[in-house]
T-cell receptor
Framework: AQKVTQAQTEISVVEKEDVTLDCVYE???????LFWYKQPPSGELVFLIR??????QNEISGRYSWNFQKSTSSFNFTITASQVVDSAVYFC????????????FGKGTHLIIQP | DSGVTQTPKHLITATGQRVTLRCSPR?????VYWYQQSLDQGLQFLIQ???????AKGNILERFSAQQFPDLHSELNLSSLELGDSALYFC??????????FGSGTRLTVV
């Protein structure tokens, strides 16, 4: 069975601080995909990134960066110079790829950016 | 606008009733997935349809059922509703399962 653990239930930081959201996953599949989604207060789920299990290269997109480490089964997400608009619940998710089965989500991390 | 359309946005109904949630996938996507988001269970995968056929089942209750029509839109039917079924129900679509686009959700309140 697949499992995603986001140990941080809530994080509160002051604007412009850097913040890292942790994600640890469990799977027996050799091919799998990892995702991050953002859920702002308005409720929709916004796709941030997808990473496959064969690509351990870190990725940076603007203020966002992701660190994938297969050795520790982690896929952490860092926001640099956080902004109030980054306040949301962030979900890490996993699936075995190819469209079979849906996503297994973590419980989410509620990120609060204070002005 | 994600391209995935869910209706209605809000639904209030009484216990024991039956409701139908509708989802139109993004143009070109053949797969539709249904998810339930509740405070105690979090985000859970319910069921997947691919081009009209059921493809995978997650934690879907027997009181719940879904189908996907020839025009690829999907409906999730929830019956004998209980207070605990109150949740946000999301639909997502995907072309080949490598990326998932979510709709804005239907908030169901059972009173």
């Amino acid at each position: 069975a697949q499992k995603v653990t986001q140990a941080q239930t809530e994080i509160s930081v002051v604007e412009k601080e850097d913040v890292t959201l942790d994600c640890v996953y469990e799977t027996r599949d050799t091919t799998y995909y990892l995702f991050w989604y953002k859920q702002p207060p308005s409720g929709e789920l916004v796709f941030l990134i997808r990473r496959n299990s064969f690509d351990e290269q870190n990725e940076i997109s603007g203020r966002y960066s992701w660190n994938f480490q297969k050795s520790t089964s982690s896929f952490n997400f860092t926001i640099t110079a956080s902004q109030v608009v980054d306040s949301a619940v962030y979900f890490c998710a996993l699936n075995r790829g190819g469209g079979a089965d849906g996503l297994t989500f973590g419980k989410g991390t509620h990120l609060i950016i204070q002005p | 606008d994600s391209g995935v359309t869910q209706t209605p946005k809000h639904l209030i109904t009484a216990t024991g009733q039956r409701v139908t949630l509708r989802c139109s996938p993004r143009s070109g996507d053949l797969s539709v997935y249904w998810y339930q988001q509740s405070l105690d269970q979090g985000l859970q995968f319910l069921i997947q349809y691919y081009n009209g056929e059921e493809r995978a089942k997650g934690n879907i209750l027997e009181r719940f059922s879904a189908q996907q029509f020839p025009d690829l839109h999907s409906e999730l039917n929830l019956s004998s509703l209980e207070l605990g079924d109150s949740a946000l129900y999301f639909c997502a679509s995907s072309e080949q399962g490598f990326g998932y686009t979510f709709g804005s959700g239907t908030r169901l309140t059972v009173v």
